[in-house]
Every structure is written in structure tokens, then in C-alpha cells.
């Protein structure tokens, strides 16, 4: 059985090294904000120092930090996993970053003999939670085989989706497809609210038909409870969304629909609410929200 190395237990870290620990591993962890990852430290999970030492000391290595900088930083910073990686080591990237960042890691990985892929997830902070992610995996499919079965320890979706870049391209499908599920939810409920609608019926019985979507089951009930709090940064998901259109406009497409969310995003970003949830983009049209 491998020995797992984990950096990065934040709102999505903590809940995979759960699973991984539920299922028998020993993990190690590191995480920038030492405390964060105390509960894990108490559960058993063994804390190591920097991204090197758990290199050092770990068969399979998982990071799952914010922004591409901080992957740039845990991988080639200093006492970074490339310092101490040993050779037929497995890096995985679950972190949602650009595909460039991740076709490099696969080359360098390549040139210490290890091996790469790039994996990330979708399905929140309750998929984490709850061990059911979507995972979208880019890299070599022998090395995709060695660590599936890992996979599906937090996984409920997991497909391999091409070479190395090809998983976090995939996401960013997906944030694009998203970005139109949150537009679409938020706009929902401020036409509800001003039609004089009970806005709970709506939700549930809009959820029942063509409109029904995982963003209105999810996070339609938070924005009713005026629950504002991460699930999934909106200083990450602004990330996500630039990068795709980064990635566009490199290929040459136009995605106008994803460009306006992001500019609704940034607006919300701008009045002081990008450390809250998603769901928070309600509070451009409901100012006085708590
Ligand atoms: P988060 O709670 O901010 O977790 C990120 C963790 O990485 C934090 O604990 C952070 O440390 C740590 N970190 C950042 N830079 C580091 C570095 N240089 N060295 C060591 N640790 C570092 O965010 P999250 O919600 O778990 O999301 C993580 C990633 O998954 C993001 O890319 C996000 O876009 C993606 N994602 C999130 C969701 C979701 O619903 N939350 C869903 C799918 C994908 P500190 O404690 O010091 O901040």
C-alpha cells in the first residue's frame, strides 16, 4: 500500500485526506496554515514540515492548493516536491490550474523519473464531504491505472480525458458550464422575489423539471437561508473563469456569456465579498442582504 503525501488541507484538502485515511492509508500532510490541518494531525495524519519532506517521505503525492501561483510555489519553490521528489513517485495536481502549469509539471516529472497527472474536481465542498467528486484526469493512462482504485475513494465520476493539460481543460468546461448555472440561478430568484413568488416553491418545483441543475439544489437553499459562506471561494471560481478565458482566446474563441459572469464576479469580488461562497453573487441585486 502506498504512502500518501497531502498538500493543501483547506475546504476540499481535509475532506479528501479524510476519505484516504477512512480507507487505511497513511497520509502525510502539509498544509501553509499549520492549524488547518490539526484535525487531521489528531486523526492520525502525519504533519511534515514542507512540500519536500513529504516528497521525501511519500509514494503518491496530492496537492490541492488555491491558485496556479501556489502550485508554481509547492512544486518548484523552494523546499518545493521537485527538491525532493524519489524517482517512480506519482504527483497528482487536484487543484483547479491551468492546463500550461500542468503539462510542465509532467515534463519535469518526467525528467526525475516520476510521473504526473493533473485531476481536478468538481461537486463542492459536500462532494468532498460526501467522497462523490468528479474527477477529470489528464496524463498517461498507465499511470491513470496504478492509482485509480485511489480515485475512487473520493470519487463517485472519474474518467480519463487525455495527455497531460487535458483534466483541467476539462474544468474548465465545466466552470464555463457553471458560470451559466449560477448567472442563471441568481437571476431566477431576484425575478421570483419581484414577481411576489414564494421563492422555496420555486426552487423546488423549478428543480423538478428541465431548469434543474446541481447549483439551484445546492446553493439555491443557502442564498434563501442568506447562508453567504464558502463552499467554494468566489475568489477562486473568478481564477477558474479568467483562466478559461485565457485558454479561449489563446484557441481563438469568443465566450461572451462566460466573460459577462466573470465581470459580475469581479463587481463582487470589488464590494468586499471574495473570500464568501459562490452563491453570494445574489448581493449585486439584494444589497442589503446580511
Ligand atoms: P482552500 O480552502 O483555500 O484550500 C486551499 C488550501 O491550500 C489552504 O488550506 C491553503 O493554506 C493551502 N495552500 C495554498 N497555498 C499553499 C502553499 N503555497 N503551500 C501550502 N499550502 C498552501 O480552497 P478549497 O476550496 O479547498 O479549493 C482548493 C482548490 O480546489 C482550488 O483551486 C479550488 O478552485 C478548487 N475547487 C474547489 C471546490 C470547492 O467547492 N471548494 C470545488 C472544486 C474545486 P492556508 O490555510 O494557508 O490558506
Do not use: C
Not at 163 to 187: D, F, R, V, Y
Request: glycine fraction near 12%; charged fraction near 25%; avoid cysteine.
Amino acid at each position: 500500500m502506498k504512502t500518501i503525501g497531502f498538500i493543501g488541507t483547506g475546504v476540499m484538502g481535509a475532506s479528501i485526506v479524510g476519505h484516504l485515511m477512512d480507507a487505511g492509508y497513511e497520509v502525510n500532510v502539509y498544509n501553509r496554515t499549520k492549524h488547518k490541518a490539526e484535525p487531521l494531525i489528531n486523526r492520525g495524519a502525519v504533519w511534515k514540515d514542507t512540500p519536500e519532506e513529504i516528497a521525501a517521505s511519500s509514494e503518491l503525492i496530492f496537492t490541492m492548493v488555491g491558485f496556479p501561483e501556489d502550485v508554481e510555489e509547492v512544486y518548484y519553490g523552494e523546499n518545493g516536491i521537485f527538491d525532493g521528489i524519489r524517482p517512480d513517485t506519482i504527483v497528482v495536481d487536484l487543484t483547479t490550474s491551468k492546463p500550461s502549469i500542468a503539462q510542465k509539471i509532467y515534463e519535469t516529472a518526467k525528467q526525475k523519473d516520476a510521473a504526473s497527472l493533473d485531476a481536478p474536481v468538481s461537486g463542492g465542498d459536500l462532494g468532498a464531504k460526501n467522497g462523490t467528486v468528479t474527477t477529470m484526469v489528464g496524463g498517461d493512462e498507465s499511470v491513470f491505472e496504478e492509482v485509480k482504485s485511489i480515485f475512487m475513494i473520493f470519487s463517485g465520476t472519474l474518467e480519463l480525458q487525455g495527455p497531460a493539460g487535458s483534466g483541467q481543460h476539462t474544468k474548465m468546461a465545466n466552470q464555463i458550464m457553471i458560470a451559466g448555472t449560477m448567472t442563471g440561478l441568481t437571476e431566477l430568484l431576484v425575478y421570483a422575489d419581484a414577481a411576489g413568488l414564494n421563492k422555496e416553491k420555486v426552487l423546488k418545483t423549478v428543480g423538478g423539471g428541465s431548469a434543474a441543475n446541481w447549483s439551484l439544489q445546492n446553493y439555491g437553499p443557502r442564498i434563501l437561508k442568506e447562508d453567504y459562506s464558502a463552499g467554494f471561494f468566489v475568489k477562486h471560481f473568478i481564477k477558474d473563469l479568467k483562466i478559461a478565458l485565457e485558454e479561449a482566446d489563446r484557441m481563438g474563441i469568443e465566450l461572451p456569456a462566460t466573460k459577462k459572469a466573470k465581470a459580475l464576479y469581479d463587481q463582487l469580488k470589488d464590494d468586499g465579498h471574495g473570500d464568501e461562497g459562490t452563491q453570494a453573487l445574489i448581493r449585486l441585486w439584494w444589497k442589503d442582504a446580511e
